[in-house]
């Protein structure tokens, strides 16, 4: 592609040569191809500006950059390199994302199972969807793996890229605080964007919980989205409904979207949904009042897209499971194994709420602590399992650079239910299984989906699911 086609949409100065030809696009030095045009990024602990000599030996034929520096090469000078790629990224893409459906679910929690439960209405009424989130890309009946929730620019906009060669028109997208403080979302408008929830996450990177609601916050406007769906039960939804016009929904009712009768048991929910005084009976085998939540977004956004209430009804009565939120197990001696992806304060309690009220035994947690995450949500966490938990087992989740022992402290910190520490979190899974009888319950929360450890800057292959499946073969 032509540089000036590239920059269609991007306030710049150039200086250089501009008559070349752009053949890739790259943010990484290692991944530098003869051709490929070079974005400056800033980050916490490094400046890519720095790096343009590596990145200009190696083949590339400008750099994107915030301020001119001292080469005679091609330098595009921007306002906001990451601004700058994300549109990029698009016109490189022949701008697909424009002529798509996009979907956007924002929130701390449920974006996943939002974006689950929303794929399966739109499916269940004929519609070629697909989805970018936590656990992965989803088109054509086929699933691969990505590395973050929302990707960077260059990798979305090329699975969009792909989707679309797919006939595919409509793409749900997990949107992350950090996709929006970063400006991955420039350049895209979405059709309609979720809001499910705010809760303590992240505050490693935003500080405090008030730039963080910011954040999430100033996402809902004209330049990122055309129709909003705000769960107002929230209070950080209260403030986006007053600020933009949407559409509004609910568990306790005064909503254009709301849930009543309302009852929740071990085998699932079921609840009558009032959609603009239109109603329809859910039945579905999710479980807890969170997903009552997912089940209320997803709904409240097909009906606003002008999917009959009846094909709301039987895709959410067809959806058995969500991978990783909630998964079910039981173990040979009648024991029950739930792997679910809590890793907030608030997440927890969500989960571990339904569990006690549905367990008849004791209630068993295997949980840990993202290393060089947020360190303050810790004890938070531990208050949360130690609420709920007859017997709690401290373990790794995704310790990184940290040790696993500090982190391991910082969760006693706040723990003040039964507890024992066992770093090696398949084994402390199995420990949780060995003790478990008949009528008890083991969480394993943390991971949901995943296949990896984070440990050293290596993913190592793991699984909780794997782990409970060889346990229940044995």
């Not at 919980?209 to 996402?219: D, F, G, N």
Request: charged share 25%; aromatic share 8%; with cysteine.
């Amino acid at each position: 592609m032509r540089l000036q086609q590239l920059l269609v949409g991007v306030g710049c100065k150039i200086y250089g040569n501009d008559d070349v030809e752009v053949t890739s696009l790259c943010c990484d030095t290692s991944k530098v191809s003869r051709g490929c045009l070079f974005f400056c990024l800033n980050g916490k602990n490094y400046d890519g500006h720095e790096m343009i000599v590596k990145a200009l030996g190696d083949g590339a034929v400008g750099v994107v950059c915030e301020r001119k520096l001292d080469t005679e090469a091609l330098q595009i000078v921007v306002p906001s390199s990451r601004s700058a790629m994300a549109i990029c990224s698009k016109n490189f893409n022949d701008c697909v994302a424009d002529k798509m459906k996009i979907v956007s679910v924002v929130g701390t929690n449920g974006k996943t199972s939002t974006s689950y439960i929303l794929n399966a209405i739109l499916c269940r009424h004929g519609i070629d969807c697909g989805v970018i989130g936590t656990n992965g890309v989803f088109f054509g009946g086929k699933k691969y793996s990505s590395s973050l929730t929302t990707p960077d620019p260059i990798e979305l906009h090329n699975w969009l890229k792909l989707m679309y060669l797919a006939k595919v028109r409509s793409v749900i997208v997990e949107v992350s605080a950090h996709a929006i403080a970063l400006s991955k979302m420039s350049g895209i408008c979405a059709e309609a964007a979720i809001f499910t929830n705010f809760s303590q996450d992240h505050l490693d990177y935003f500080g405090t919980m008030q730039k963080y609601a910011e954040v999430k916050k100033s996402y809902f406007c004209r330049d990122y989205v055309r129709n909003a769906v705000v769960n107002v039960d929230d209070e950080l939804g209260k403030q986006i409904a007053a600020d933009c016009p949407c559409v509004t929904y609910s568990a306790k009712g005064d909503a254009d979207v709301f849930a009543e009768n309302v009852k929740v048991t071990e085998d699932g929910i079921i609840f009558v949904l009032n959609a603009f005084g239109q109603k329809a009976v859910i039945k579905s085998r999710l479980g807890g009042l969170f997903n009552v939540y997912n089940i209320l977004a997803a709904a409240a956004c097909a009906v606003a897209m002008g999917i009959p209430m009846e094909i709301v009804a039987a895709a959410v009565s067809e959806l058995d499971k969500i991978d990783g939120r909630n998964e079910k197990y039981v173990l040979p001696n009648g024991a029950k194994i739930i792997v679910d992806y809590a890793h907030t304060p608030d997440g927890i309690d969500n989960v571990l709420s339904y569990l006690r009220d549905n367990c008849n035994g004791k209630l068993i947690v295997v949980f840990g602590c993202g290393g060089n995450r947020d360190k303050f949500k810790r004890p938070l966490m531990a208050k949360a399992v130690s609420k709920y938990a007859d017997f709690a087992v401290i373990t790794n989740d995704n310790p990184r650079y940290e040790d696993p022992k500090t982190i391991a402290e910082d969760i006693l910190y706040g723990m003040s239910c039964p507890c024992k520490v066992v770093l090696n979190r398949k084994q402390a899974t199995e420990y949780a299984a060995s003790v478990a009888e008949s009528n008890d319950v083991v969480a394993v929360l943390g991971k949901g989906a995943e296949r990896y450890q984070e440990v050293r800057n290596k993913k190592l292959p793991y699984s909780d699911s794997d782990t409970v499946l060889e346990l229940i073969n044995r």
